[in-house]
């Protein structure tokens, strides 16, 4: 990975590419092989700020023709460039570590000469073997006749279907049916040496192929294998060149002695692989040793780091299993005090008593001069980081951007208000703006700005609220500084917002995922996300900010497909944010369906996640699966399916039953309690199961004895799943119910 950062005002990066503000060239000696990131800074003083954020631009924002960029944001004071280039062998010696050359070295051993050259023997055998010679209509060679006629010439071989017919006395004539009278004829007429008229009694097709005409003969003469492959040579062309045709020769060899090129193909790989694994201690050798690859893709193998162990002296032989653990230093090292080396495998812990197959090989080899250091040079996930924010106590805590959309996806996936089932799952997003009296660029109203007025507007409502209830303005501001540094409430004052989309695009994290917003925000401050636009009434939301927007949704989509998103306006109507049609996105994500008829009901505050898991869409907005007509012939005529739907209708009307949720729920509780009880015991038996030793025959006894743990759990979970078919649950009361057994 390579990076070129330039400034406008410079104009290069004095080793040839170029920036002038829109239009960015790579040097002339530079040959992309993919264009990684792309991001810049609109202003200069931002350019000169090494730690001033850069705008990542998404692929429609600039174009790339391959040796330059144009950007479709208008000017730029600083562009910065990540990509990945062709290097030249010289380059690469020149500029990467001892140690990344030596395992280049080892690596570009890994397929030697002699199997590459199979592999182009053996294509050329199997061009020979299996296309035909024959291109034209009665064209007869050693016995075969061609029935087709190829449209165009061709030199040597054709690839297309070329029929060829068994003529009499092809090969030696012994395909031909012998006439009875012969000897007696030999005798009437005293003449040595009559033979039949060569009448073929039969009518034999095959393809055009050495390898068909091969088999014809053998099926349909008496030739031994051997003269067979003398009389298939003669159908080749005489246009092929002597290296062609001893490559055909050894093709028609191999036939005869039942080989095919694939054949050839896998001997060559396993011969190379026998050679070649001692590079890595033969890692996983012995679960397989006759396989093609023994040990390939197989757990804990770990070929990479067991060929750097070797590569640095760290281990001359093969663990003695996997699972083992692999030093990170060889035997004997003393490492100095106050310094650590990590193992390359990490193994069996004694404390814990697992056994981890996790590697530690990127410590391991260091990047050369090619690879710039790259800020963020660690990345941190911010949901699954301790957080410094403690609302009006939040003196320390930094507010930081989404810089990325993997960086967006993992920190809600890891959050664990989005991994867990609690009464403060995620379940709703609320989208606002700050309205006209906030709204400025970026400088001026940013997240730090807003949380800012936001403690102090909760402050002066405090007072307001003390002096309402007949404290004195003294008493009032001491009450009121006393619950905002209290511990137990700070983290509900100050700004409410998660995300905060500034007027640039850009999305500015504002208050942590783990933490809920104040209670009587509105309906949803337990379950919901809240995410605001620098925007109001006269500045609405713009281009830039709908399009961050959309993107946002896109990936929150993604984690959680069952949110439900509404804007303030749809929870209030007495609020303009945020001031469009929050409506039109969920329309655009096929989301747009009521479980939730009135967003505003207060009664809102009791739906959790795991309520709204249980409601059953409208079937208008469930995407019907394509079924085919012979998979509809299965299913109506399917005894279990029928029986099982029987279930279901009434015998008389045929009309389908309803359910008697509050009987069904009575029954079903019962279940529930077999499904929890029975939980911790089977997965502890997996868990010891999966820590087995390694050896398949131990592994099949535990994978047969999980599936005899499962069996009961199963069954009762699917009584569960039939019930909750069975409901058609379509509204929030019955979920209710339903939640409460689970």
Do not use: C, W
Not at 308 to 334: C, R, S, Y
């Amino acid at each position: 990975m390579s990076l070129i950062e330039i400034k406008a005002k410079d104009g290069n990066d004095g080793a040839g590419s170029t920036f002038n503000g829109v239009v960015f060239t790579f040097a002339s000696n530079i040959k992309i092989l993919e264009l990684v990131d792309v991001r810049v800074k609109k202003s200069r003083a931002a350019a000169d700020n090494p730690n001033a954020f850069s705008q990542r631009l998404s692929k429609e924002r600039y174009i790339f023709n391959g040796t330059s960029i144009e950007l479709q944001v208008g000017r730029q004071e600083f562009i910065a460039v990540e990509f990945t280039r062709e290097i030249s062998e010289s380059e690469f010696n020149a500029s990467a570590t001892p140690e990344m050359i030596q395992f280049r070295k080892v690596v570009l051993r890994g397929i030697s000469g002699d199997l590459k050259g199979i592999a182009e023997s053996e294509k050329m055998k199997n061009v020979v073997a299996n296309m035909s010679s024959f291109n034209s209509a009665g064209e007869i060679k050693n016995g075969m006749k061609s029935l087709q006629e190829g449209a165009k010439p061709t030199s040597d071989f054709s690839p297309r279907v070329r029929v060829v017919q068994l003529q009499p006395g092809a090969a030696d004539g012994s395909a031909d049916k012998v006439d009875a009278s012969v000897t007696a004829l030999t005798g009437l007429f005293k003449k040595q040496n009559m033979t039949s008229s060569g009448n073929l009694n039969k009518s034999v097709f095959s393809f055009g192929s050495t390898s068909s005409i091969f088999n014809v003969l053998q099926k349909h003469t008496t030739l031994s294998d051997q003269k067979i492959k003398k009389e298939t040579e003669k159908v080749l062309p005489s246009t092929i060149t002597p290296k062609v045709l001893q490559v055909a020769k050894e093709a028609i060899s191999d036939k005869s002695l039942g080989k095919t090129p694939a054949d050839n193909i896998t001997q060559g790989v396993k011969t190379e692989v026998s050679k070649n694994l001692k590079e890595n201690n033969f890692a996983g050798f012995d679960f397989d040793p006759e396989g093609l690859i023994p040990g390939a893709s197989r757990s804990g193998a770990n070929a990479l780091p067991h060929g750097i162990g070797k590569l640095l002296n760290i281990a001359k032989d093969k663990l003695p299993k996997i699972g083992e653990t692999l030093a990170g230093t060889a035997k004997g090292v003393v490492i100095p005090e106050g310094k650590s080396v990590p193992n390359l495998i990490e193994g069996f812990d004694s404390q814990t008593g697992k056994v981890s197959l996790d590697t530690n090989v990127g410590k391991f080899i260091p990047k050369g001069s090619l690879i710039r250091n790259v800020k963020p040079v660690t990345p941190v996930i911010v949901s699954s980081s301790p957080t410094t924010f403690k609302g009006s106590n939040s003196s320390n805590h930094k507010f930081e951007f989404i810089d990325t959309v993997d960086e967006l996806i993992d920190e809600l996936a890891n959050s664990t208000r989005v991994n867990s089932l609690t009464d403060e799952t995620i379940g709703f997003l609320v989208v606002g703006f700050t309205g006209d009296e906030l709204y400025g660029g970026p400088n001026k109203m940013n997240v730090e700005k807003l949380h800012q007025i936001e403690l102090k507007d909760d402050k002066e409502f405090l007072i307001e609220q003390g002096l309402a209830s007949g404290l004195s303005a003294t008493v009032a501001t001491q009450r009121a500084n006393a619950l905002m540094e209290d511990v137990g409430l700070s983290d509900f004052y100050g700004i409410q917002a998660h995300y905060l989309i500034l007027t640039d695009g850009r999305i500015q994290r504002g208050r942590p995922l783990g933490k809920t917003r104040a209670p009587d925000r509105d309906p949803y401050s337990k379950t919901g996300l809240e995410l605001s636009f620098v925007a109001g009434g006269t500045n609405p939301v713009n281009g830039e900010q709908l399009r961050a927007f959309e993107e946002l949704l896109e990936r929150m989509y993604k984690v959680l497909p069952g949110l439900n998103v509404f804007g303030d306006n749809e929870i209030d109507s007495t609020l303009l944010g945020p001031g469009f049609d929050v409506g039109s996105f969920r329309d655009k994500f096929d989301k747009d369906f009521k479980i939730i008829e009135d967003p505003s009901s207060e009664e809102n505050k009791d739906i959790d996640r795991k309520t709204l898991a249980i409601v059953q869409p409208p079937k208008s907005v469930i995407a019907k699966q394509s079924v085919t007509q012979l998979q509809n012939k299965i299913n109506i005529t399917n005894p279990t399916s029928i029986t099982k739907a029987f279930e279901t209708k009434d015998p008389k009307t045929g009309a389908e039953i309803k359910a008697d949720i509050d009987t069904e729920l009575a029954n079903i509780g019962n279940v529930m309690n077999d499904i929890k009880t029975g939980k911790i015991d089977i997965e502890s038996d997996i868990e010891v199961a999966s820590t087995k030793s390694f050896a398949a025959a131990e592994k099949g006894f535990a994978d047969l004895n999980i599936n005899t743990k499962t069996a009961i759990k199963d069954a009762n979970i699917g009584k569960v799943e039939d019930f909750m078919k069975l409901a058609k649950t379509n509204s929030l009361d019955i979920a209710k119910k339903i939640k409460s057994i689970f």
